[in-house]
T-cell receptor, first 117, second 109 residues
């Protein structure tokens, strides 16, 4: 248990569906992240929020839409996804530390395994 | 560009020692992280190096050479539970982690 939870753990959706992934942390961290993990590829940073403000958007397609209502919760809204979006989506958080983006040791949730049909 | 290189897969024997290498090229450098990820689970933090040298933590040690852009993770007295992927990540000048693809370590009895 890392203190970061994600729901759902598994999700299968069609290309026309709309779904949301949820992440929650009660570690008192100020920075939260969404990553995409595909087999045999490096973790891809998608979005970073620091004190609820989005500080990074790494050229992610608009079919992925993040939301951070408070420093403990992070959502990733999905719509009209493509089969190549199938991957493990990991949420992470980090405590106040280095730089504006929080940085430092990141605590990961277990991920949501997404399959797009 | 930014790049992290580590071997895709390694195999070692229970009780032995294994060294997983990582080379990095990032825009600026604010430290080198190693994470462990068991299949189907979250990555968990193992070590952080920002100064040259060896950091020892129980059976695991991590080494950094900033001038060479090189790090390694050393695992001693290997146990079956050490079978996992080991992720190397460099923190760049923006304090973002740039990740390698991970090294899958297979431990054989």
């Amino acid at each position: 248990e890392t203190g970061v939870t994600q729901t759902p753990r598994h999700l299968v959706m069609g290309m026309t569906n709309k779904k949301s992934l949820k992440c929650e942390q009660h570690l008192g961290h100020n920075a939260m992240y969404w990553y995409k993990q595909s087999a045999k590829k490096p973790l891809e940073l998608m979005f970073v929020y620091n004190f609820k403000e989005q500080t990074e958007n790494n050229s992610v397609p608009s079919r992925f839409s993040p939301e951070c209502p408070n420093s403990s919760h992070l959502f990733l809204h999905l719509h009209t996804l493509q089969p190549e979006d199938s991957a493990l989506y990991l949420c992470a958080s980090s405590p106040p530390g280095m730089g504006l983006a929080g940085g430092g040791e990141q605590f990961f949730g277990p991920g949501t395994r997404l399959t797009v049909l | 560009g930014q790049n992290i290189d580590q071997p895709t897969e390694m195999t070692a024997t229970e009780g032995a020692i294994v060294q997983i290498n990582c080379t990095y090229q990032t825009s600026g450098f604010n430290g080198l992280f190693w994470y462990q990820q068991h299949a189907g689970e979250a990555p968990t933090f193992l070590s952080y190096n920002v100064l040259d040298g060896l950091e020892e933590k129980g059976r695991f040690s991590s080494f950094l050479s900033r001038s060479k852009g090189y790090s390694y993770l050393l695992l001693k007295e290997l146990q079956m539970k050490d079978s996992a992927s080991y992720l190397c990540a460099s923190m760049d000048s923006n304090y973002q982690l740039i990740w390698g693809a991970g090294t899958k370590l297979i431990i054989k009895p």
